[in-house]
């Protein structure tokens, strides 16, 4: 099969599209034949050396294809179904991927809509359950990129009132998705202040911009907060980490379909690329100026 590779860290320059063996689903996995796959910054980290050190290395760990091989024990889904999901090889961008933990794709999603949505939900939801949202007034930095539009979505769809920063050019996006926009950067406190006079009851830190501090003073404590960008900022501030190892929110990967179906949740994608051309993807993605996904399609045979 095709798929993506680095075999040297760099720039885009560095990835290629090469001839691997085909991988085959061990128990309780599925194997599908990719039709798209999702990109995300994890990727170009990874290809400049960020995260780890092997080399060569695989690229994607979110894809949405038809199944066509289930492993021993898999009842769920057959040969032919439609299914999005998580790659935990991180070997998704390729023409066929081996999926860890997968759903239906919902009636409304083409595969590069679905191929979208299971980092940025699980990373969502995996923040929202450490805070046990569930109502409530939330406080989300960095609301308006794709797990931040997610995190926005799913709290709304929990009964809590969201309140969101981001830049003000996107503060009709996070209207639409049923937040209360506030400007990020110096002076966040007042800003929030003036919607919610006794502070949040929680606050979710997916930017990374260095406000923790204040979302702690503004939820009442570092209990209240959890980061998925400030890694350092939580060491200092005593604040929860969300990481993937600690245990992954996979529950909303059968969750979503009905919320999609509903019209109460979205996530929008940016741009497609062929795989052949996951060089000018990468560009792209670390520029950062895209608002949506990134995804990578693969043409079926």
């Keep these: 099969m095709k798929a993506a590779r680095f075999s040297r860290f760099g720039g885009p320059e560095v990835l290629e599209i090469v001839d691997l063996p085909d991988p085959y689903p061990g128990p309780g996995r599925i194997r599908i034949a990719v039709r798209a796959a999702g990109l995300n910054a994890s990727d170009w980290k990874k290809r400049k050396g960020l995260m780890d050190e092997e080399l060569p290395q695989t690229l994607g760990y979110e894809a949405a294809g038809v199944v066509d091989e289930v492993g021993e024990g898999v009842t769920d889904v057959a040969v032919g179904d439609r299914v999005f999901g998580l790659c935990a090889e991180g070997a998704a961008q390729a023409e066929l991927a081996v999926l860890s933990f997968y759903a239906p794709i919902p009636a409304s999603l083409d595969f590069a809509g679905a191929a979208a949505l ?70 966040l406190s007042d800003r929030v202040r003036a919607l919610a006079p006794d502070g949040v009851d929680t606050a979710l830190d997916v930017a990374g911009s260095g406000a ?82 990134i995804v990578l399609v693969v043409d079926a045979a």
């Design 118 to 187: 299971p980092s940025a939900i699980e990373t969502a939801a995996r923040g929202l359950d450490q805070l046990g949202v569930r109502g409530g007034t939330v406080l989300i930095n960095g609301a308006s990129g794709s797990v931040g539009a997610a995190a926005v979505q799913l709290a709304v769809a929990r009964g809590a009132r969201v309140i969101g920063t981001a830049s003000p050019a996107n503060h009709d996006v996070l209207r639409s998705l049923g937040a209360e926009p506030v400007s990020y950067g110096d002076g």
């Design 212 to 293: 923790l501090p204040e979302l702690i003073a503004l939820a009442g404590g570092p209990d209240h907060v959890v980061t998925l960008a400030d890694f350092l900022g939580a060491q200092e501030h005593g604040v929860t980490f969300s990481r993937g190892d600690s245990g992954r929110a996979l529950h909303v990967l059968t969750e979503i379909g009905p919320l999609i179906e509903a019209g109460r949740f979205s996530l929008p994608v940016a741009r497609t690329f062929p795989l052949a051309d996951i060089a000018h993807a990468h560009r792209l993605s670390e520029e950062g100026h895209v608002r949506g996904k």
